[in-house]
């Protein structure tokens, strides 16, 4: 009786109320443990991960972010900021207003014909970067592009520090899509370093810097490699031989340096490759080699513009079976296809059909790197150009001449003055032309030459050349080179007629 008492003691009820809460809480507590997650254990393990970075990764890393880093301290105070306005007009329509002529007749000055066709001014905003590269008597001089300040009636100068000038135009140059302005303060601006782009090599270090996109984004940095070198085809006939980087490069970055690992200027950022609607980066930025650059310098700051050398050709890069007609398989370099009549050319012995490899020993990889470098000859410099002809090598001795506008335009001079190409099947099929058909097609005819002048047309085929058959493309030009020095005339079909050009005499 006593115990049954005592087990149904107040005591007793509690003890065993407490009893089974613990033996609750440790049930769910093993039941929860073991329903947890797969990713929280893992997450449980990673906190106890004995993951060591070696010491010394982290210092070359460390050395290499500490180059960045210095690199960009060294340049940017040489960066600019380009903020130009361009001013332009629009004739608008006259057109009667409304309600006012609706309710009231024409005013006076719809009556007045004086007052037609008036104009309205339009102001434009552009962007764009540069680089200070000389100083004198209180005057910087930066370079940019052309087409960042070509129609600029405004231009400011913005420098890192926050301060803002008021710059002109030294002067500009659309072919190689170069210009210079100028800024005058007494604040101290360092001057960029300027490096040797024929050293560029793909795959070195390449670093952007400039304003792309506006001013939010001003005096950015962006890190790549050289993609290639040598690259051809930039916008406008720009004559470059560029360097391709995967820096990213956007609109505003125009006019900005492109710096190797060394903090030297190896580039000037000119144009993009995009197939994206704004024009945004792909990864296919191209500069101007520096060294394309250099003498630039010093002659807008003399005299406002780019003088070039004039040598009196006009190059092209034949197709393959021009090059096998020939004998220039494998060969590197430009077709001179047309000479002016009294050039530099013409009077130093180089003439049609020659293939033009290298000037003073350096390699000519193709018309563009070709057309740079005589441009970069000075008038009156004595060059040596390395031609093959009749599969031979040889060196003419040249005197380089001032190239003008009016010169090199003159087509009237321009000998012979057409293109041809070797027939093939695919010539054949692509004009319609007999399979049977013989001679040299008549590709283009410039414009006032010797050849239009005497009546050939594109489509012709050359079967003769004064009275001499010419079988190939390399018989063309033997006959070209060594029966024409005071006259020029054609065999050619015509269709299915046989003709015979009229003469032209020198």
């Known amino acids: 009786m006593n115990i049954i008492k005592k087990l149904s003691s107040k005591n007793l009820f509690i003890f065993n109320l407490v009893f089974i809460g613990v033996i609750f809480g440790f049930s769910l507590a093993f039941l929860s443990f073991s329903c947890s997650t797969p990713g929280a254990r893992t997450w449980a393990k990673a906190q106890e991960s004995n993951v060591v970075i070696p010491e010394d990764a982290i210092a070359a ?18 960066v600019v900021e380009l903020k130009t306005v361009s001013v332009r007009r629009q004739q608008l329509p006259n057109i009667p207003g409304i309600p006012w002529d609706f309710f009231f007749g024409p005013r006076d000055r719809d009556r007045n014909p004086n007052n037609n066709g008036q104009e309205r001014e339009y102001r434009s905003q552009g962007l764009g970067s540069g680089i200070i ?30 301060k803002e000038y008021s710059a002109v135009l030294v002067g500009k140059d659309g072919r190689k899509d170069l210009a210079m302005v100028s800024f005058k303060t007494d604040d101290s601006y360092p ?25 939010q984004f001003s005096f950015s940095v962006t890190l790549g490699i050289v993609s290639a070198v040598g690259r051809t085809g930039g916008p ?112 130093g012995g180089i003439k049609p059909g020659d293939f033009i490899t290298h000037v003073n020993g350096r390699e000519a990889r193709g018309v563009n790197q070709l057309v740079m470098i005589v441009g970069d000859l000075k008038p009156g410099d004595r060059a040596a150009f390395t ?53 040299l097609f008549v590709l283009q005819i410039i414009s006032g030459s010797p050849a239009e002048i005497v009546g050939l047309r594109q489509g012709d085929l050359i079967t003769a050349v004064n009275g001499e058959n ?37």
């Open 236 to 347: 406008g006939g720009n004559i470059n031989d560029f360097i391709q980087t995967d820096a990213p490069i956007n609109q505003g970055n125009s006019g900005g340096p492109l710096v190797n690992i060394r903090g030297e200027i190896i580039g000037i950022n000119t144009w993009i490759a995009s197939n994206t609607t704004g024009g945004g980066n792909v990864g296919l930025g191209f500069a101007i080699p520096i060294n394309n650059v250099k003498r630039s310098i010093d002659e807008f700051i003399a005299t406002g513009s780019i003088s070039y050398g004039w040598l009196g050709v006009q190059l092209t890069e034949p197709e393959k079976e021009t090059m096998a007609g020939l004998g220039l398989e494998g060969k590197r370099g430009a077709l001179a296809s047309q000479v002016f009549i009294g050039s530099p050319a013409d009077k």
């Open 387 to 439: 031609v093959i002809r009749d599969k031979a090598s040889k060196e003419i001795q040249v005197r380089i001449e001032a190239r003008t506008e009016e010169v090199s335009s003159d087509n009237r001079k321009l000998w012979p003055g057409l293109q041809i190409i070797p027939l093939s099947d695919e010539v054949r099929e692509n004009f319609n032309l007999d399979k049977n058909a013989k001679g």
């Open 61 to 78: 890393a460390e050395g290499l972010q500490t180059v960045f880093r210095l690199v960009s301290e060294k340049t940017l105070p040489s």
């Open 191 to 215: 001057l960029a370093t300027l490096g040797d782009s024929d050293k560029v090599a793909v795959g070195d270090w390449a670093i952007a810097m400039g304003n792309p996109l506006g001013e």
């Open 133 to 162: 590269v000389r100083y004198k008597d209180g005057v910087y001089y930066a370079l940019t592009n052309n087409h960042v300040v070509d129609d600029a009636s405004e231009i400011k100068v913005a420098t890192k520090d926050g």
């Open 470 to 506: 010419v079988g190939d493309i390399a018989a063309f030009y033997k006959v070209l080179r060594e029966k024409t020095d005071k006259e020029l005339w054609f065999g050619m079909t015509r269709g299915e007629t046989s003709l015979e050009s009229l003469k032209f005499k020198r």
